[in-house]
């Protein structure tokens, strides 16, 4: 079992940034492939960003390309998103997700999640 914790959101101007993180528990963490994923208002989630297991490798939305970064820090059981240059677009309910398998793959889809956090509120006004 994972329990994933994430902090970080909320009220925010267009233009700046935030940091959110996800704290892990349970499984091994660098087991673990991480993604973030959200989730607006009237819409369906979807794809943020994601990273494979030591961090080598990483996907992004096209939404959030050269503006998000994910990173992790393996020793400290954690999952990171900075968000820069936010815009209202971005504002949603921000979920981590994890996925343990033999395959090391930041994907994108929601499926190959098992584990969820409980989301983190993020609001971009202008």
């Known amino acids: 079992q994972v329990q994933l914790v994430e902090s970080g959101g909320g009220l925010v101007q267009a233009g700046n940034s935030l940091r959110l993180a996800c704290a892990a528990s349970?499984?091994?963490?660098?087991?673990?492939?991480m993604g973030w994923f959200r989730q607006a208002p009237g819409k369906e989630r979807e794809f943020v960003a994601a990273?494979?297991?030591?961090?080598?490798?990483?996907n992004y939305a096209d939404s959030v390309k050269g503006r998000f970064t994910i990173s992790r820090d393996n020793a400290k059981n954690t999952v990171y998103l900075e968000m820069m240059s936010l815009i209202e677009a971005d504002t949603a309910v921000y979920y981590c997700a994890a996925r343990s398998s033999v395959w090391n793959a930041p994907s994108s889809a929601g499926s190959d999640y098992r584990y969820w956090g409980q989301g983190t509120q993020v609001t971009v006004s202008s």
């Open positions: 349970g499984s091994t963490f660098s087991s673990q492939v």
């Open positions: 990273i494979t297991r030591s961090g080598g490798r990483t």
